[in-house]
């Protein structure tokens, strides 16, 4: 209950701090018999990794992942999956500055008044370090959504105030590939470009910038979530919002759409024109692929807002942990902003709760 | 697992379709010797119950809920708390001509897709009739939190395109009189006066539109929150999204600030001024009083986004379950706007988020 | 977490005290499509009712049950099925006189101790009142296996110091029927009369006397369980453990078991001579039907040990609420031993436990 | 929901199988500012580890832990405590002859019909190695009831038909050293002899026999164990029996409790001789320091049966994979007996159940 897993039939369970030996993640619950490419958890993690580019972080970490147990020839077993990420890059001497000052817009002093104690050595806990250890586990949840045909693919629409525009093509194939080719992953080259331009600019001010990432996924069938309280979008929003810097979510129409009549936002279901007639297709899709909770079958959509990072090259005022005025100076190597990193934390973190719910609603029907 | 609880302590789990006998909830956590005061409990119900005023459903149920357990002469005994609403009024037979075509944007076709059979007497379990179960609960935890001094207030901030000001006062027993003295339930009087009349056009249109909610709570201490997946902020982005129609949640900067720079949206820590120099103060408070996902003692600040009520009075073009194209016309007696019987569903779900989270907190440190 | 729900796919949460309005159960994750058989449910519960014999407690309650939800033309639909037993023998007065004096090997102290406040009307929450709730869930459980050809037959093998034989028949419809011929519930006639006799001259002593039940479980196939910790011996153990009164579980060899070598414990297995040679099969059945914690395919075979009830109609002396020396008769209606009726709450708790499993190894492999 | 986790406030969840790479545990749930002893964590899993005596396996473990998060400074932060045990003699080319043949009374067969898959190395997850990971977790509980004063003491009170003498002293200190000094960890040295002679016997002819082991806890407050199903005896039952090899679980009276009377059964309360008068004495502690489910601040006692070991070294008639009949010898270096090295592992599942109780009875009252 302390809050470490999440995921009811496929769980995970985080630990690690930033500073310690390792990080690592278990999952309880992969069904026997999924084919585990460790190749492709690494090339997951590889688009996480700091120092990836000149708009990142430039702390180096490879984030090489083993697997310790659950995998037999290949495959998964049914039994916990533990993987492991040695830490390596632990400058902790870079952080001895803020042992008594409370860093402005960080959970320095959360962690104080909650736990009366604290690994002050670059966030501890509370740093975003821990969501390699989901990437991890996301890819696994990946390869299981993979075999069933459903497809995630999330990238960056907003640097600040620069909007991506809406996407043109369905093929999440090629856009994977028009993103992967720039260092923001935002999957309209144009765009992209000016939002790498911006970023460049805030760091070189010392500053950093929000954004925001969108999400689509193709092929998850109708059926998934549960009605009530754990909704497919309800289950998609804590996810997201576990997320370190995230302060929104919003799935289909969103904020927009409350803007909006109801004779505007119903979204009106006509015959499927294939050959089989199954399936459940409208002509608009501001519910965003899901009713009630419950997946209907069309694309799932959500958008996820960054706020800042909270490590900033400037004098800062603060206070210290006796609550004296103290001035704190950022340093140590940080991102800019992290919503090219973030990418495929988006990515994991939905394929994490698709997973659990694919399994949830094997169990709904005898 | 089936997703009908919510909460890890202060457990709630509830039942119950919108023509059955009753629905009803299962608190599992409350805390032994809390006062229940079944006259709140029932005033809380009486905000959310239909035909209330002329801008909800003309839908009549007393909505008058039974304790059927867990409370000895008048105080909680740490066993489960039962309560029980009988449904009143059921003309099941306005839904007849429902059951076989599925309503556009309702969850028709995806409870027969997970489920195979659906309770086709207006909507059933999807129906916004189960939120009266979490409006009794999340009384009983606004009483557990008031004995804890944190206070709860939501309010209407925005129906379609119109849009309250800032709130200017920081009394929230002041503001809850304003609001309830409209039917709205807004606290700026001149925005609930436009609100209303626009509403009230849309219901002669036949139409429905969205809306939203702001909530602030305030005294709530440092240290609520688990890290990582149970953040406050992440618990209450699955409670809100998990009622009925709505699209989105943001707290504290929210979308916003995910355009502003670091040094923007930093919130800098000052010495606080009262005589005894606890507690945490910031200038500004984009964090919504949440950092790292744990209460930091400042008011905490989230909104609600609704979509418009998917029953209109139109004719409109969908398909029967045969897949056939088909035409439905919305009967029976609907909102135009759930805005105004969701300002308690909201403050219902954030009382059970904090109540649990504050049980939680207690286990945190030895 | 505060007790008061049992399994994690097919999951109950139960509620009510013995004198309060009513108890009662919601189950969550019962799948969608299962007929539920309501005069199989109360059939059940008259299993279970007070006043059914000269060995029972004359207390009389019809113990009559109402589904609230979750059912729509008498199939299970997916959503939580509520079933609600009103308590109607709610004599609370014959209590007064426990206010105040803790009954000895009675509970009264521990509630007490733990939550500062007590339902002292005849246990309250204590009170074996609420396993009826258990065994209403427990026939909807063993609907769900029934149409597994999934059979649970529990009966009294020992009344104090008599023992029955082990069974001779493998038919267990058959055994139902002799057991439901004798208000003991043995199967084996000649000791059930022994038993009957025994009983009935501890109660006209105003005694009490222990007991013990034996169950088989015929036609679980291999696979149920999951390794480590929740084995199904250990599910069962605690579901039977969680029973009033029970101090004992063992199961296949149990206790005894213990005192052999492995060469006379370990199972053979030998090739099925079956036409398919599906299936495993042992010469002997040491093991229970269960290996490492999941079902093999042979019967599962356990026992559960009750001690005598403690309300005796003797004076005995005690404490009162200030620690004092005092002095208490057991009044009201008890009953003499609990096994005649508690057989049908063990088969409840067994059949819960595999509904539960039963789900949960739906979910083992892709 | 696979069941690799256990306790609900207290939560470990344990991985590895027994030739991967290694096995380890994650605490998630520790409250913060425990002092976090690894020497003391250590000497707990030297008294599991193989190849202790000549009456254990002679495989050879150093199962030297380590920790990888969760403590700084040699206290617990109050996030999640990885605890990582590498495995050394993996031998697995000694299990190549077990491939295909389903050895008897093992859970191979299982494994197979369960997930279609089996990592056949000794057994992999279904080996008692896993219980390493649980004695380190447990050493971590003990050290958070050491804090509370609240001891646990478990020795063998059986070995096949060898019992040892109830215990004479209530000094747990002295009884540990006693136990201590015989590799058999019985607690009373006549017996020890007796039992090691007898084991080694058994071991000479390349057999194997059962045991029982006894558990004492003293110390424990009244109020520990939640009501209904989370019963205190129940949560202590299904720990033991998820423990690899027991077959029966039984506290206070136990089994023999079920002969008796109810007036030989009541323990009588009695007034607290002590200055203050607190605390409950009962003249006889017939049930075993619990009633209603919850401890009542006498001695909790329990037993716990464990089957022979199934890997004896004798010609076993058996089948294969394929359902034919097969002959097979066991090879390898496996324990006659696994009490001696059981008693640390119950006492460690005692104190995981113990921990998670306390800290769940602490948010049982206002």
Same mark, same amino acid.
């Given at each position: *209950?302390? $809050?470490?897993?999440?995921?009811?039939?496929?769980?995970?369970?985080?630990?690690?701090?930033?500073?310690?030996?390792?990080?690592?993640?278990?999952?309880? $619950?992969?069904?026997?018999?999924?084919?585990?490419?460790?190749?492709?958890?690494?090339? @997951?993690?590889?688009?996480?990794?700091?120092?990836?580019?000149?708009?990142? !972080?430039?702390?180096?970490?490879?984030?090489?992942?083993?697997?310790?147990?659950? /995998?037999?020839?290949?495959?998964?077993?049914?039994?916990?999956?533990?993987?492991?990420?040695?830490?390596?890059?632990?400058?902790?001497?870079?952080?001895?500055?803020?042992?008594?000052?409370?860093?402005?817009?960080?959970?320095?002093?959360?962690?104080?008044?909650?736990?009366?104690?604290?690994?002050?050595?670059?966030? #501890?806990?509370?740093?975003?370090? @821990?969501?390699?250890?989901?990437?991890?586990?996301? %890819?696994?949840?990946k390869?299981l959504l993979k075999?069933q045909?459903i497809?995630?693919?999330?990238? /960056?629409?907003? /640097?600040?105030?620069?909007?991506?525009?809406? =996407? @043109?093509?369905?093929?999440?194939?090629?856009? =994977?590939?028009?993103?992967?080719?720039?260092?923001? &992953?935002?999957?309209?080259?144009?765009? %992209?470009?000016?939002?790498?331009?911006?970023?460049?600019? /805030?760091?070189?001010? +010392?500053?950093?910038?929000?954004?925001?990432?969108?999400?689509?996924?193709?092929?998850?069938?109708?059926?998934?979530?549960?009605?009530?309280?754990?909704?497919?979008?309800?289950?998609?929003?804590? %996810?997201?919002?576990?997320?370190?810097?995230?302060? #929104?979510?919003?799935?289909?129409?969103?904020?927009?759409?409350?803007?909006? =009549?109801?004779?505007?936002?119903?979204? &009106?279901?006509?015959?499927?024109?294939?050959?089989?007639?199954? +399936?459940?297709?409208? !002509?608009?899709?501001?519910?965003?692929?899901? =009713?009630?909770?419950?997946?209907?079958? *069309?694309?799932?959509?959500?958008?996820?807002?960054?706020?800042?990072?909270?490590?900033? *090259?400037?004098?800062?005022?603060?206070?210290?942990?006796? #609550?004296?005025?103290?001035?704190?100076?950022?340093?140590?190597?940080?991102?800019?902003?992290?919503?090219?990193?973030?990418?495929?934390?988006? @990515?994991?973190?939905?394929a994490?709760?698709l997973a659990?719910?694919?399994?949830?609603?094997?169990?709904?029907?005898?």
């Open positions: *209950m302390a $809050g470490n897993s999440f995921g009811q039939l496929f769980r995970i369970t985080t630990f690690g701090e930033s500073h310690g030996v390792a990080i690592g993640v278990i999952i309880d $619950g992969c069904p026997a018999q999924l084919d585990i490419d460790l190749d492709f958890i690494q090339s @997951e993690l590889d688009k996480r990794k700091p120092g990836q580019s000149k708009i990142t !972080t430039q702390r180096k970490e490879s984030d090489t992942v083993q697997i310790l147990s659950g /995998v037999f020839e290949g495959k998964s077993t049914g039994t916990p999956i533990a993987l492991l990420i040695p830490n390596e890059d632990q400058r902790s001497k870079d952080y001895g500055h803020n042992v008594d000052v409370y860093r402005p817009s960080h959970a320095d002093y959360v962690y104080d008044a909650k736990y009366g104690i604290r690994d002050h050595r670059g966030g #501890g806990r509370s740093s975003a370090r @821990e969501t390699a250890a989901r990437v991890a586990a996301g %890819a696994i949840a390869l075999q045909e497809e995630i693919f999330a990238h /960056v629409t907003s /640097v600040g105030k620069i909007d991506a525009p809406n =996407l @043109e093509s369905n093929d999440l194939s090629a856009l =994977l590939q028009i993103r992967e080719e720039n260092i923001v &992953r935002c999957a309209d080259p144009a765009t %992209a470009h000016e939002m790498i331009e911006f970023i460049d600019s /805030v760091r070189k001010d +010392g500053d950093t910038v929000g954004g925001k990432i969108s999400c689509i996924v193709k092929g998850c069938p109708a059926g998934l979530g549960e009605p009530v309280f754990d909704k497919l979008h309800a289950d998609l929003g804590k %996810a997201m919002l576990s997320i370190n810097a995230v302060h #929104g979510f919003e799935y289909g129409s969103g904020f927009a759409g409350s803007e909006l =009549l109801g004779s505007q936002h119903n979204d &009106r279901p006509i015959p499927n024109p294939s050959p089989d007639g199954k +399936g459940f297709i409208t !002509t608009t899709n501001f519910a965003g692929g899901i =009713l009630g909770g419950i997946s209907n079958g *069309m694309d799932i959509t959500f958008k996820v807002a960054f706020k800042p990072v909270a490590t900033i *090259m400037h004098n800062q005022q603060t206070i210290n942990a006796a #609550g004296e005025s103290a001035e704190i100076k950022g340093k140590g190597r940080h991102d800019p902003c992290v919503v090219p990193r973030a990418v495929v934390i988006v @990515e994991a973190m939905a994490l709760v659990d719910q694919f399994l949830r609603n094997k169990v709904s029907i005898l």
